[in-house]
């Protein structure tokens, strides 16, 4: 083994390089204005540090890992173009506030990124919900039929998740947005730098106040994988929701070829693998919160080399949202609903039950003796293997004398336009609530 290889990390934070050229370039710049460098060498340096990352992006860049890292190999580079003029790059910074400039610097990009691809999936449900605006469909606790809802009532729930997603992200920026460049390696620097200056020119909102917080810093990198794996536990959900779905015992949805794929064995399957894998990573990401948590919990100020082990989790965490939200943004628009199915469960007996119920409470008797009432009435119905729909009106009478004609009309359409409050499943407060979901879509684009 060579013990060197222990220590790498440029197979993992070369992605980083973008987010270091351009911190490194500002840098430089201030330097120039403050007269800490001269301009020419200023100058000369942004010139190569953009040959060095054309250099990177065509892939014609010689990496060295004896170098451990993309800042090393950047700098090296630099001074390989320039001798001592590149040398210069690291005046008044270390690697320590370095690495903590381009990890904020990319995070920041990876939120904008991901708050616009959990906006897509948000875009694909309201479709969804537009498109199938009037099916009903069992809704469900304990996984047991419970009342009739309307399916775009059921799929907004999971817009409502989704925007609770996109406003974690939103906040989380706030406090990755702060520029740690000039905090040193622990105290801060002798140079008379420009911090506020630099924080600028980079998009920050401010900077940070405290030079040991600054370097040793990674709340940010909690805060994000907490959101992430919020936001894959939401992912989860709507997955096993889908797998369910799209089995023949439910046969609410078919998903299209592109999401399903077959057996090695057995000819006629089509599994719905890309919705268990979205379940199933959704255990890397919790996971990779773990992760860093244990990595953070026993440090000391300030910097440590185990901070070295912030970035592998992270991206792989970055990697899979963000993936898991393109497979989402393409699977829901292409799902095809069985109205048939759903309707057809819709009307089955037992989910008109606390709607016979809330008829006896409109006719007068209280509520928990209206419960009992149709309970036994459902226990009569499973005793003699039929319905409600299948019963006379006597037989109704027999359970409650307040039951008249009308009971026999209680169908899953009335059911649901019965549940007319804010937030209920009637089909106006769904069309209401659906308009809202299409602002919010527009409110929500970077």
């Known amino acids: 083994m060579n013990y060197d290889d222990y220590t790498i990390s440029l197979h993992y934070d070369k992605r980083l390089y973008k987010y270091d050229i351009l911190g490194s370039k500002v840098h430089v710049q201030m330097l120039a204005k403050q007269g800490i460098i001269s301009a020419s060498d200023s100058e000369t340096i942004v010139k190569n540090l953009e040959l060095i990352q054309e250099e990177i992006e065509s892939g014609t860049i010689e990496w060295k890992y004896e170098l451990e890292d993309i800042h ?21 910074r270390s690697r320590n506030d370095q690495i903590a400039l381009d990890l904020r610097l990319y995070t920041r990009e990876v939120i904008k990124e991901t708050i616009n691809k959990v906006n897509a999936v948000q875009k694909a449900i309201v479709e969804l919900c537009e498109k199938n605006i009037d099916v009903i469909m069992p809704g469900y606790t304990h996984l047991q039929r419970a009342q009739p809802v309307l399916f775009a009532h059921h799929m907004l729930a999971y817009f409502n998740m989704f925007q609770r997603d996109i406003e974690r992200y939103q906040d989380s920026l706030k406090r990755v947005n702060v520029c740690p460049l000039g905090s040193g390696a622990i105290a801060g620097v002798t140079y008379d730098t420009d911090r506020e200056w630099v924080a600028k020119e980079l998009g920050f909102d401010s900077i940070t106040t405290n030079s040991m917080d600054a370097v040793s810093d990674r709340d940010y990198v909690i805060e ?14 709507l997955s096993e929701e889908i797998i369910l779905w799209s089995s023949q015992e439910f046969g609410f949805v078919k998903l299209t070829d592109q999401f399903v794929t077959g057996s090695s064995m057995m000819p006629q399957k089509k599994n719905p ?46 990697d899979t949202v963000l993936a898991t939200l393109d497979v989402f943004a393409g699977m829901i628009p292409a799902m095809e609903i069985n109205v048939q199915n759903m309707n057809a469960l819709s009307e089955s007996s037992e989910m008109l039950a606390t709607d016979l119920a809330d008829y006896l409470v409109n006719k007068g008797t209280p509520f928990r003796i209206a419960y009992n009432a149709v309970k036994d009435l459902c226990q009569y119905c499973e005793d003699n293997n039929s319905k409600p729909s299948d019963l006379s009106l006597d037989e109704f009478k027999k359970f409650a004398k307040e039951f008249e004609k009308d009971a026999l009309n209680i169908t899953a359409k009335s059911s649901v336009e019965a549940r007319n409050n804010p937030g209920g499943t009637a089909p106006n407060r769904v069309k209401s609530a659906l308009g809202d979901a299409k602002a919010q879509v527009k409110n929500n684009e970077l």
């Open 224 to 237: 994000l994988s907490s959101a992430a794996s919020i936001l894959m536990m939401h992912f989860s959900r």
């Open 72 to 92: 090393m190999n950047i700098e090296s580079r630099l001074t390989e173009l320039t001798g001592d003029i590149g040398a210069k790059l690291h005046t008044g």
């Open 273 to 318: 693998d890309f919705a268990e894998l979205a379940r199933g990573k959704t255990g890397r990401v919790f996971g990779n919160l773990f992760r860093i948590l244990t990595i953070l919990k026993g440090l000391p100020l300030t910097y440590n080399r185990d901070l070295q082990e912030d970035k592998e989790g992270f991206f792989d965490t970055i």
